[in-house]
């Protein structure tokens, strides 16, 4: 969009050999067997889509909510997703592959295309693709040239600024060096310390070079910084007895930052009749969460997340030529992550005296304890290594209009935590009948110090097959597949505060403690999918696609958040024993001269078959957090202009509607259907280009998020009415 000169093509073909076109892609999506959706850069820039977040729906059964921080990226599909720690969808930027879910959250700008396939990718995507891959492709200096600069303004006082400048020295190099900068004041007052909770800084600069050699060789680097500075949080105390919820209200500042860099480097061998390709990735993650967890204007307690990670990983991919009746792809794949995290908290007065004094004291009956100092900190630091290995082949036999595709993955994934949770505390014990005046000035304080550490780990060999078959036809094609889905196990570190509580309290009453560390473990989560689905083209210009499938998806030990009952202040990931989820997808697309229009429909009916969480039964009931329809619409129509005023004229309607939303295992709360409307209308003469744009037009009220925390309720709200004006500069 906004180009002085024509275009050059999205792929460079090298002697007969295209040398961007993705790795694993089975070419034309329209012709494979699965189900997908891809965004163009024309309508990523003109419909203002900013984030991953902004794409729930417009891919049908594909929700990833805002839960009110970037840290928080979690993507459901299909009914299956989880709020914390694995995601079910894996993500790869220019074929690299992002290995903490952290950095999911980022700004677009400069992207080339965005593809989401949906069901189980594990077969060539290995861990964490259980509901499917997203692929984001970046703009390259080999297929634009020019400089792009863009300066929008909106509610908010929110800025946004990019600047790039892509050139080609010669036609086998190519450089590219962009910046994106954006802030805002945010949305959501905090009543308690007057001022906005959610206002955001985050800047990132991406650096791409490109090489093609005489000889059937391509190098492609690409190194990206990014940081966050932002608030967030937004969270509502919700009054279950009358359904109210309260204004944000929380006496401590809460934040999120993050620093990461990452570089990717892909090289590409073409011999006769196969491809070798290495792809080659390093990231370091340095981020920091501040929370006043109890998100009330009392001081219960502050918690921190101090996290350092190293990842590396290395890809070999041997794929045969696409003219071949035979098709065929082999892989290895490795990868190692370490991380360090240290996760302090710090109970304030007021949450010593109900959180732990008050449990203490029920128990020693005429005693009372006191602590000396008004802060109690718990230091809980983690090492986490985690290494993986898989190999990995899949073949395709055209046997006339049939295509008949199989393929395995062999995935073995190993995670060790070494754990350091302790607390020192300063206490006395009195009779109640002692009264702090008789006491005065003889109290003496004990020290007791409670520590819980040691290693634990956790281990998975996988074996991951796909099967397909495909009717051919000159308009389209039909497909039935049959695929094993795979998500990986892990560590809950967000419990430890919870049992060094409980260790503390009952060494100091001398009751019975076998605290250790296995409750912090859950398993991995596998699935099988069933799929039927068609790719349709009716019209001769092939101007009008139309795709459709239904599904079926069996979950073994599906991964769920949940929050131990009580006055806990953690949550954890537990395994629920069986899940089901069915359901169907429509996606339509016309592009006609001055008309292009965009629908999908999505419905997913996904309950859990067997689960038992202690006493409670939930089997039947309906999975949460994860929507049960999706429903998009999106018109996109060039007015007729004179060329006096404009080069092009478009005007960009769209509406997103998204729920029913379960909030919790037992379907007590819910989130009802709502739908969002946006618009813009895109001026463009020459090389200047003007954009008014909305979002959530309405204004409407809906919630994002649900958590407990100490036994309380809390609801996130969407982003309320945004309006903006951006001006394109194109060189």
């Not at 997908?36 to 900013?50: A, D, M, N, P, Y």
């Not at 080659?280 to 981020?287: K, R």
């Not at 900190?377 to 006339?400: M, R, W």
Request: aromatic share 14%; charged share 20%.
């Amino acid at each position: 969009m906004f180009t002085p000169v024509p275009e050059q093509l999205d792929t460079v073909v090298l002697q007969g050999v295209d040398i961007v076109a993705s790795i694993k892609s089975d070419g034309d999506d329209n012709r494979s067997a699965y189900s997908s959706t891809k965004i163009g850069r024309v309508q990523i820039e003109e419909r203002h889509l900013q984030t991953m977040k902004e794409l729930s729906s417009i891919a049908p059964n594909f929700y990833q909510p805002d839960y009110g921080s970037r840290m928080t990226s979690s993507i459901y599909v299909r009914g299956f997703g989880s709020r914390i720690d694995q995601p079910v969808v894996g993500l790869n930027v220019d074929e690299i592959p992002v290995l903490n879910k952290n950095n999911y959250d980022f700004d677009f700008f400069d992207i080339q295309s965005v593809q989401i396939i949906r069901g189980a990718q594990s077969t060539l995507y290995g861990r964490n693709t259980a509901g499917g891959t997203m692929n984001i492709t970046t703009m390259s200096p080999l297929t634009f040239q020019g400089k792009r600069l863009m300066l929008g303004y909106a509610n908010g006082n929110a800025l946004r600024l990019k600047a790039s400048h892509y050139e080609a020295l010669n036609e086998r190099f190519g450089w590219s060096a962009s910046v994106n900068y954006a802030h805002s004041d945010g949305f959501f007052k905090n009543k308690e310390l007057g001022d906005y909770c959610d206002g955001s800084d985050n800047v990132t600069a991406r650096l791409r070079m490109q090489y093609i050699s005489s000889g059937h060789l391509s190098l492609d680097n690409i190194l990206t910084i990014s940081y966050v500075d932002e608030g967030g949080y937004a969270y509502r105390a919700y009054d279950a007895s009358d359904g109210t919820l309260a204004p944000v209200a929380y006496n401590d500042p809460c934040s999120y930052r993050r620093l990461n860099v990452s570089d990717g480097f892909v090289v590409k061998r073409f011999f006769e009749g196969f491809t070798l390709s290495s792809v080659t990735g390093y990231s370091f993650t340095n981020d920091r969460m501040r929370l006043d967890n109890d998100f009330l204007p009392l001081d219960y307690f502050i918690l921190g997340q101090y996290q350092k990670e190293h990842s590396l990983s290395q890809e070999l991919v041997i794929k045969s030529s696409e003219d071949k009746k035979i098709k065929w792809l082999a892989g290895s794949f490795l990868f190692y992550k370490n991380l360090d995290l240290d996760a302090p908290v710090r109970f304030k007065r007021y949450g010593i005296d109900n959180l732990i004094l008050k449990h203490v004291n029920d128990y020693y009956k005429g005693y009372r304890m006191e602590f000396r100092d008004d802060v109690f900190p718990i230091e809980s630091k983690f090492e986490i290594p985690t290494f993986g290995a898989a190999l990995y082949a899949q073949a395709k036999y055209s046997l006339g209009v049939f295509e008949l595709s199989a393929g395995m993955r062999v995935d073995y994934e190993r995670s060790i935590m070494n754990y350091d949770s302790r607390a020192t505390m300063h206490y006395n014990v009195r009779a109640d009948a002692v009264d702090e005046e008789q006491s005065a000035g003889a109290i003496s304080y004990k020290e007791h110090t409670t520590i819980f550490e040691g290693r634990d780990d956790i281990d998975a060999l996988e074996i991951l097959p796909r099967f397909s078959i495909t009717c051919n036809h000159e308009r389209g094609n039909l497909y039935a597949t049959i695929s094993k889905g795979f998500k990986a196990g892990g560590f809950n570190t967000q419990i430890f505060s919870d049992i060094l509580q409980k260790k503390l309290t009952d060494e100091i009453t001398n009751a019975s403690n076998n605290a250790d560390a296995s409750a912090t473990v859950y398993n991995p989560e596998t699935s099988w999918n069933y799929e039927i689905g068609t790719h349709w083209s009716p019209l001769d210009d092939e101007s009008l696609n139309i795709s459709a499938a239904i599904f079926f998806i069996d979950c073994r030990n599906q991964q769920l958040t949940v929050f131990p009952k009580g006055e806990s202040t953690g949550r954890m990931m537990s395994n629920a024993g069986r899940s089901h989820s069915y359901g169907g997808e429509l996606s339509v697309r016309y592009s006609g001269r001055r008309l292009a229009v965009d629908a999908s429909y999505g419905y997913t009916h996904a309950t859990f078959r067997e689960y038992m969480s202690g006493d409670d039964d939930y089997s039947g009931n309906f999975l949460p957090f994860a929507p049960r329809e999706t429903l998009s619409a999106n018109i996109a129509y060039t007015l007729p202009v004179p060329d006096t005023f404009a080069r092009s004229l478009v005007l960009n309607v769209g509406w997103n509607g998204i729920g029913r939303i379960y909030w919790n295992e037992e379907n007590s709360l819910a989130q009802s259907f709502y739908g969002l409307w946006s618009a813009s209308l895109t001026w463009q003469y020459c090389n200047l280009g003007l954009s008014l744009w909305g979002k959530n037009l309405l204004n409407e009220d809906y919630g994002t998020f649900y958590f407990k925390s100490i036994g309380n309720h809390f609801f996130a709200q969407g982003k309320p009415l945004q309006v903006g004006l951006s001006l394109y500069l194109n060189m």
